[in-house]
């Protein structure tokens, strides 16, 4: 685990940003946590009433939803992060990997949810719509 990186302590409200960063951290974790904990019951009432396979379905997307939601709040804890940063080559380079990760990850698991990339799935909606 990296040493958390310096705030600007001599402006309050970059401070106060740097504070709203760390409680969106968090936030993206307890939505991940909550993501799996949901997934666990959905999954198991499903495994109850429909067997194997339709509970795997259920926790994949049920689980994917709560990664997607904290990927995006951890990204978003990032950039009020960087906003309240003491501002050196070091630290924007780390906050902008984790930034392209983060959203690279996102990205991912939203199209192992939905099947498709997210402008073809726009696509087949307006097509559909026809």
Do not use: C, K
Not at 11 to 23: H, I, K, M, S, V
Not at 39 to 45: A, H, V
Not at 51 to 62: I, K, N, P
Request: charged fraction near 20%; avoid cysteine; aromatic fraction near 4%.
């Amino acid at each position: 685990m990296t040493a958390p990186l310096p705030l600007h302590t001599d402006t309050p409200l970059l401070a106060q940003l740097g504070r709203l960063g760390e409680l969106f951290d968090l936030l993206g974790g307890a939505a991940i946590l909550a993501g799996a904990v949901l997934t666990l019951q959905r999954s198991l009432i499903t495994l109850r009433r429909q067997g194997g396979e339709a509970a795997y379905t259920v926790a994949r997307q049920t689980f994917g939803r709560g990664l997607l939601l904290g990927l995006e709040i951890l990204i978003a804890a990032d950039l009020l992060r960087s906003v309240s940063l003491n501002l050196t080559l070091s630290s924007i380079t780390t906050l902008g990997l984790l930034v392209i990760v983060r959203s690279i990850l996102s990205f991912s698991v939203q199209i192992e949810l939905e099947g498709d990339l997210p402008w073809r799935l726009a696509q087949r909606e307006r097509e559909r719509e026809r």
